[in-house]
């Protein structure tokens, strides 16, 4: 799912017009034509250091990643467009740049990179990393530093701000960051229950939808129907560690922090630790129980069928051919609620795959690089629609106040986190024992050791 949203937004995401009517850039006479595929009247860009056109002199540079066929056709009109004006641009510039599997396949792709980043070659290339790699990489002085690389105009939209603030001076992308932790609600049970069946998004939009206001509703959504002295119907089917991140991030806390070193340390600050017990709260309270011989991912299916009125996971769920698209109950989605102690901003968790190049190859090489792809990756003339990436996400939801207000929450705001990426620094069991009711510092305690020598591997 992750590859086939990374494919479909390259393919509209880079689609943006910006920057072309600054001081010195092309004509609007040229813009114009551009847009109608004619890109010979657009200002060919100079090397400050030359005064002289850009002139790469042949380069081949090659993206590598698990998944690229390098050789299919464009799908679509948009896709079309943006294969002729890389095709001006490699002409113009004279450079060739491919995206294509590396053929080591999702699990040998790490060994892979790094053996290159160490042992080096005479081609030139990018490669797409994804958590497995990138801090330690970063650790072991395999990734380039871009921020040293000259005339890269850097306030382009065009820039994945969340990527690019992973690693700052090293990872980086083009493009909108994927959308990841949300809630989904049903809008039935809401309107059977006395509620507005839009009321998440009335709250969302008036800056309301609090951890308080959640637990509101959670209170009147679960309750005893029957009046038999048993909770039968439930608010929430909850997915634990789905959840706790977004808690703890939501209120200003943090799984990891870093020391005025830099070094990589378990999280028990206060707000940090009132998001566990919030958590701990919401669950003992308020998540269905699962039956009797129930799997794992019981309250995936608790919620598709009805029994619930929240659900939280990820918004891929929401896709074509995710597990929402055949609910027969209608439903919208929202970002997580707003925590007391929290910056007060709607958001999204970052994990979007990241690029980087060899630190092997020396600096003048590193910085051809690196400016091919800013002109490969740069925006097709004509696409001048900021909002042209929601195309892409209409189609999965049954509203459009999903995609307009809640996804543009999570597009503008998608945070960076160290937790997701340290290898072997497992901290899910924490969310698994707090959601079942164990005591989070205690919790905490009995796993401090183990997780502590994971990020002390990285902080070696």
């Given at each position: 799912m992750k590859k086939i949203t990374l494919v479909a937004l390259s393919a509209v995401l880079v689609l943006a017009l910006a920057g072309c009517d600054k001081k010195g850039g092309s004509s609007a006479a040229a813009i114009k034509a551009a847009a109608n595929g004619d890109y010979s009247k657009l200002k060919v860009e100079k090397d400050p250091a030359t005064k002289k056109a850009y002139d790469f002199g042949g380069m081949e540079v090659t993206i590598y990643d698990w998944w690229s066929n390098p050789d299919a056709l464009p799908a679509s009109k948009s896709q079309e467009d943006q294969a002729n004006y890389r095709k001006y641009l490699e002409e113009t510039y004279n450079f060739k740049l491919v995206q294509k599997d590396l053929q080591a396949g999702w699990g040998g792709h790490p060994a892979e990179v790094a053996d290159y980043c160490i042992t080096g070659g005479d081609d030139a290339r990018i490669f797409i990393i994804d958590q497995r790699s990138a801090l330690s990489g970063a650790q072991n002085g395999l990734?380039?530093?871009?921020?040293?690389?000259?005339?890269i105009d850097w306030n382009k939209k065009k820039w994945n701000k969340a990527v690019c603030s992973v690693l700052p001076g090293y990872t980086f992308a083009v493009g909108m960051p994927e959308p990841r932790q949300c809630i989904f609600f049903n809008k039935r049970v809401l309107q059977e229950n006395g509620f507005n069946p839009d009321e998440p998004y009335d709250l969302q939009k008036?800056?309301?939808?609090?951890?308080?206001?959640?637990e509101e509703m959670c209170d009147a959504l679960t309750k005893d129907t029957n009046n038999d002295g048993i909770i039968d119907q439930y608010a929430l089917s909850g997915f634990n560690s789905e959840f706790a991140a977004p808690a703890i991030y939501s209120n200003g806390g943090q799984i990891t922090g870093r020391d005025s070193n830099g070094k990589l340390y378990l999280d028990t600050g206060d707000k940090t630790m009132e998001a566990w017990n919030w958590v701990k709260?919401?669950?003992?309270?308020?998540?269905?129980?699962?039956?009797?011989g129930a799997n794992w991912d019981y309250f995936k299916s608790d919620f598709l069928n009805?029994?619930?009125a929240f659900y939280n996971d990820q918004e891929y769920d929401a896709q074509p051919n995710g597990m929402l698209a055949d609910m027969k109950d209608d439903w919208g989605m929202?970002?997580?609620p707003l925590g007391p102690n929290g910056d007060g901003k709607y958001f999204t968790m970052n994990q979007d795959n990241m690029l980087i190049i060899p630190a092997y190859y020396p600096q003048e090489k590193v910085n051809k690089i690196f400016k091919i792809y800013d002109f490969w990756s740069d925006d097709v003339p004509g696409y001048e629609d900021d909002d042209a990436w929601k195309e892409f996400?209409?189609?999965?939801?049954?509203?459009?106040?999903?995609?307009?207000?809640?996804?543009?929450?999570m597009m503008d705001n998608s945070k960076s986190w160290d937790a997701w990426l340290v290898p072997g620094f497992n901290w899910a069991p924490i969310s698994w024992s707090v959601c079942a009711g164990a005591d989070p510092q205690e919790t905490i305690e009995s796993m401090r050791n183990e997780l502590q020598a994971a990020l002390d591997d990285i902080n070696e």
């Open positions: 990734w380039a530093d871009i921020s040293k690389v000259p005339d008036a800056g309301k939808w609090t951890w308080a206001k959640f709260d919401i669950f003992t309270k308020y998540n269905k129980p699962a039956d009797e009805g029994f619930t929202v970002c997580f996400y209409y189609g999965s939801f049954r509203d459009t106040r999903a995609v307009d207000e809640t996804m543009q929450y």
